[in-house]
């Protein structure tokens, strides 16, 4: 049945075609059998003209039948003129009427507002024209308008079906057009999510490049300027160099696996994001390139939503790599980090020359948008709030609060 379905589905104009080959087959036999049945053969032979017309007229309802999905329009035309051409010449009515119950079916059932209208037009006024055209002598008036109400009836139902039919397919398109705007609407949202997450990875990048950089950089110029007079300061500063490269590359083969599908490293899985408790580390980091820092936790600690500690970590890092760039010499650096009951508040300030007006503006001084504004982005993505800029009487402050959820 399955198989008959998807037949008839892909070949539609041979099915018709089908239908109109039986249904010449039984108008035929049926003009056959009127001609040579004895009870209406002297009637015939007296108005054999007019008989004649129906072959035509016969031919033109089947074509109508054959090609009414093909060109539903021009066969509603046909059908109407071998109608009309059948008022005309009194025809005796054949089987192959039929095919004005599937013409007025199918151009309702399609989306071209004339032709229904005109079919439902039709449909109203055949059964009537016909009734009138070849009344039937034995029948009282009453049952003449019960034969005229039924016929009428037969095409308006036919006219409803289609229209139904062409209700319910433009039902379907509509959830095939709102699934397929689904559809584009989620691809849109996943390239928003990929956009989103390769600038929190650019983010990161900076980070780590920024920092880790910034102190193999001081290092190295320390190592230059020690290398004859105390080669054990030297030594020492190329040993911090070589830690902060490992741990630079560390953390970009951790970000750059993030962009790789399917893959997995030699080392295993990637490191955890850092938090608060690698911010010891970051500051002992620091102090070892000859920047002192001034490092407190207050309150009572306890564990933080990862967004929350991984922000901290960068503001703090972020703060410190802009003190060694833009403090000047004999600077120095304070970091604070307190617990409150609802908020983690995290203040890093230095006490050099400050900083320029753009280094605090949008785009940062990088002119990559990388720098300052890039702290806005990830405390407003846990929704707190950053205060940035020239400190009163000189040097940089950075203050942030945290909003913290309840963690169990």
């Known amino acids: 049945m399955h ?25 035929s036999l049926w003009l ?3 001609v040579t049945n004895p009870d209406t053969a002297r009637s015939v032979e007296q108005d054999e003209a007019r008989q004649l017309a129906s072959v035509p007229i016969i031919l033109a309802l089947c074509t109508v039948v054959a090609l009414r999905r093909r060109a539903p329009e021009r066969m509603l035309l046909l059908a109407t003129g071998a109608g009309v051409a059948e008022v005309i010449t009194g025809a005796f009515p054949v089987p192959a009427n039929f095919a004005l119950l599937v013409i007025v079916f199918t151009n309702a059932s399609r989306n071209v507002r004339w032709a229904s209208r005109f079919a439902l037009g039709g449909a109203l ?9 070849w009344p039937n ?16 009836v037969t095409f308006v139902l036919a006219w409803v079906m289609g229209d139904s039919l062409r209700t319910r397919r433009a039902y ?4 095939e057009e709102r699934a397929a705007r689904l559809e584009r609407e989620r691809e849109a ?3 928003v999510a990929v956009a989103a997450e390769r600038a929190r990875i650019a983010r990161e990048l900076h980070d780590v490049v920024a920092h880790n950089v910034s102190v193999m950089v001081v290092q190295a110029d320390g190592a230059a300027y020690v290398m004859d007079t105390a080669p054990d300061q030297a030594r020492q500063a190329l040993e911090t160099i070589s830690g902060t490269g490992r741990q630079a590359l560390s953390e970009m083969r951790r970000l750059l696996g993030v962009l790789r599908t399917g893959e997995h490293s030699e080392g295993g899985e990637y490191v955890p994001q850092p938090g608060v408790e690698q911010l010891a580390d970051l500051v002992e980091q620091v102090r070892g390139t000859g920047l002192p820092v001034d490092f407190r936790i207050e309150g009572t600690p306890r564990p933080l939503p990862s967004s929350v500690e991984l922000t901290a970590y960068r ?3 972020e703060a410190l790599t802009n003190t060694r760039k833009h403090g000047g010499p004999h600077v120095g650096a304070t970091v604070r980090l307190t617990y409150g009951a609802d908020d983690l508040t995290l203040l890093a300030e230095d006490d050099g020359r400050g900083a320029q007006h753009e280094l605090y503006e949008v785009g940062g001084l990088d002119g990559l948008g990388q720098g300052l504004i890039g702290m806005r982005e990830r405390v407003g993505m846990v929704g707190g709030s ?3 800029g020239p400190r009163p009487g000189g040097g940089f402050r950075i203050s942030a609060v945290l909003p913290l959820k309840s963690t169990v």
Request: charged share 15%.
């Open 32 to 34: 056959v059998t009127l």
């Open 3 to 27: 198989r008959l379905y998807e037949f008839i589905r892909r070949h539609p104009t041979l099915v018709d075609g089908l239908w109109a080959l039986v249904l010449l087959m039984f108008s």
């Open 386 to 388: 950053l205060d940035a």
């Open 189 to 191: 949202q996943a390239k």
């Open 125 to 133: 006024v055949a059964p009537t024209v016909s009734t009138l055209r």
């Open 315 to 317: 503001i703090v890092q």
């Open 172 to 175: 379907y398109a509509q959830l």
């Open 137 to 152: 002598e034995g029948q009282s008036v009453v049952e003449t308008v019960i034969s005229v109400v039924f016929l009428t």
